[in-house]
């Protein structure tokens, strides 16, 4: 940090760089290699060394930058040219605006009746499998990952043969939004695209949350997830994408998702 005519200038470099992020801040350690080796094992920010009892500036300013980038990822907003890209339309959850979705998760799975109707008018029934894609906590994250997974996953259910519904994007969606989705639709298999609460570090991880034929009174026990799809540190979208097919083939088959498919499984693959 410098001072000159009375402007900051700050001189450091960038904290969020991958050798400044990954940069031992110890001053002479007793093992290097050792301090090394534990900080290549974790994503945790450990043996980044102190200016006495408080942090340093470089870890301060990197944990600043991190907590920015994990806010723009909850307020931000899925870009209109990601959903004409996919060809999705939107509708809404029972959630007003983006502080009610933080403050209240139980609107976030409920479709308000506007949704409800466009759906209804809009979306061929009972196919196969329906994916939708949902803003969640991160539209960063759907907006970098979206536009690479979702065609994977539709192409590998078309080529095995699988019917895929008419998809469409849900504004401050929660996972258990698929149970009311699938209420109008009727399909076997449901799939939500729905951005990850983000960390500090990785702000635009995808997650697909699974279920077959969900429903009032489904739970997260009755669904399956994979999760992390980010270019950052996570599986690569097109690599799950394919993951995402192989699942959904096998929830047909044993006609079951979640704890009811990992039982019936078990001993058969
Ligand atoms: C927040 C969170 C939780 C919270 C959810 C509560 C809440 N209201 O948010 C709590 C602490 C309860 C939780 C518990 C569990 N979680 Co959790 N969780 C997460 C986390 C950090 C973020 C999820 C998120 O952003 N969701 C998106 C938002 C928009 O969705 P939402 O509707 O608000 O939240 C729902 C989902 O998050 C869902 N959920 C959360 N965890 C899990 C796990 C599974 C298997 C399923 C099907 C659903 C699910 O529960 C919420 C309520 O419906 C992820 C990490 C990640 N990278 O994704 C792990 C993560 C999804 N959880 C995981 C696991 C393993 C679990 C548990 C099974 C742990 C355990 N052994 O008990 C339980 C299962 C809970 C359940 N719901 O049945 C794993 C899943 C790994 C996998 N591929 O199967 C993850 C990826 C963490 C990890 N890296 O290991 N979790």
């Known amino acids: ?3 000159a005519d009375d402007k900051v200038i ?13 940069a031992i801040g110890v001053k ?6 050792g301090l090394r080796n534990l900080c290549a094992a974790t994503t945790a920010r450990i043996g980044v060394g102190r200016a006495g009892p408080r942090p340093r500036t470089r870890s301060l300013l990197l944990f600043h930058a991190d907590h920015a980038a994990a806010q723009d990822a909850i307020y931000g907003e899925v870009a209109e040219e990601v959903k004409a890209k996919l060809g999705l ?12 979705y933080l403050l209240r998760p139980d609107l976030g799975r409920r479709l308000c009746d506007d949704a409800k109707a466009t ?13 939708v894609v949902g803003d969640g906590l991160s539209a960063a994250a759907v907006n970098t990952n979206a536009p690479e997974i979702y065609p994977i996953i539709e192409q590998g259910l078309k080529s095995a043969g699988v019917s895929v519904g008419t998809p469409f994007f849900i504004q401050f969606a929660r996972v258990g ?5 699938n209420a109008i639709i009727g399909a076997d298999v449901v799939v939500i695209l729905l951005g990850e609460r983000p960390g500090l570090g ?35 979208p097109l690599e799950a994408g394919a993951y995402v097919v192989e699942l959904i083939k096998k929830m047909l088959r044993h006609e079951s998702s979640g704890i009811g498919l990992k039982i019936k499984m078990s001993g058969v693959e």
């Open 177 to 181: 939004v698929i149970n009311d989705v």
């Open 202 to 236: 990785v702000a635009d991880a995808l997650s697909a949350y699974l279920g077959y034929r969900p429903g009032p009174g489904k739970t997260d026990a009755d669904r399956d997830v994979v999760c992390m799809i980010t270019y950052h540190g996570g599986m690569n």
């Open 1 to 3: 940090m410098d001072r």
């Open 89 to 100: 339309f939107t509708v809404k959850t029972q959630v007003a605006d983006r502080d009610e």
């Open 119 to 131: 759906i209804a008018a809009r979306c061929i029934r009972q196919p196969q499998v329906q994916i």
């Open 10 to 22: 700050i001189d450091l470099p960038d904290p969020t760089l991958p050798e400044e992020r990954r």
């Open 28 to 33: 002479n350690p007793h093992d290097l290699e």
